[in-house]
């Protein structure tokens, strides 16, 4: 393998994509000349987790049929993409969110040689338990439990999936005081709900839902549980996570080059740079 220094390995959370960080509050802070992680100075690689954005999962056509994975099986993913995809043999920086976050905190336990630094944000190295796994049962039972969901064998999205993502979205996200200066009344609540109800299911691309969207939702929330979750066996030979990046010339663009697309508005990991 290669070395490079300068390489940043960014994960997303639990349902996003690495679309999720081509945003000026992101990108915008951080990849621009003389930012933090100026592109034209760091070598980006932000991948799509397992079961998630354009990387292998569920909705691909094995539905309920999919090998169950965790935590551990999405990190090695991510460890077999730079070490074996690209080449590298050390980070500069791992940093994550969410559910990416507690992929780095994975990382600096498993692998702490290969980086120099870790950042995990919005994730403490705690147990998937309390409350933030009873709302991602309650979530998953609610999907599961709709007629509709047909096992897994589904021909049409099941009616009780949007308020199953209403309910956790407003259990999880905007804060409480946010909540209460913009809803400071039941009039004003109701419409708050009416309208998240009324919008289309947003795909990790940020595309309105398809028939593909239950379970990718119900795999990656069931992926924060600990390994026993379920058997796992040679499958994970065959997962391949794609890239939000701009790798040209690298190895790995020329074994999965589908699975690779080029972003205009950010330059990252350009020739220069590569390992």
């Known amino acids: 393998m290669q070395g490079c220094g300068n390489a940043v390995l960014i994960l997303h959370g639990t349902t996003g994509s690495g679309n999720q960080f081509f945003n000026n509050d992101f990108a915008g802070e951080l990849f621009g000349p003389g930012q933090p992680l100026d592109a034209a100075k760091y070598y980006i690689i932000i991948p799509d987790g397992i079961g998630h954005g354009k990387s292998t999962k569920p909705s691909d056509g094995m539905k309920t049929a999919f090998p169950k994975y965790d935590y551990d099986d ?3 993913a991510q460890l077999r993409l730079v070490k074996d995809g690209l080449g590298l043999k050390h980070l500069r920086l ?3 969110n969410s559910m990416g976050g507690m992929h780095a905190w994975l990382w600096a336990e498993k692998y702490p040689d290969l980086m ?3 950042v995990p944000m919005a994730a403490q190295p705690t147990a998937m338990a309390a409350r933030n796994w009873m709302l991602r ?3 998953i ?3 599961r439990g709709d007629p509709d ?3 897994g064998n589904y021909t049409r999205q099941p009616r009780m999936m949007k308020y199953a993502l209403a309910a956790y979205g407003f259990a999880t996200s905007g804060g409480t005081l946010a909540y209460q200066s913009q809803a400071p009344t039941a009039e ?3 419409k708050m709900i009416d309208e998240r109800l009324a919008t289309p299911i947003a795909c990790a691309h940020g595309a309105s839902a398809t028939l593909s969207i239950p379970m990718p939702t119900i795999s990656s929330a069931t992926a924060n549980r600990p390994p026993s979750i379920g058997p796992r066996s040679s499958w994970a030979t065959s997962l391949r996570p794609a890239l ?3 790798l040209v010339s690298l190895p790995w663009t020329a074994r999965c080059p589908r699975r690779v697309r080029a972003k205009s508005s950010v330059t990252a990991g350009n020739s220069s740079t590569a390992p």
Do not use: C, F, L, W
């Open 74 to 76: 999405m990190v090695q």
């Open 149 to 151: 969901y047909n096992d």
């Open 244 to 246: 939000d990046v701009d």
């Open 141 to 143: 039972e609610t999907i």
């Open 94 to 96: 791992v940093i994550g």
């Open 116 to 118: 120099d630094a870790v």
């Open 188 to 190: 004003k609540a109701d």
């Open 137 to 139: 049962r309650i979530m």
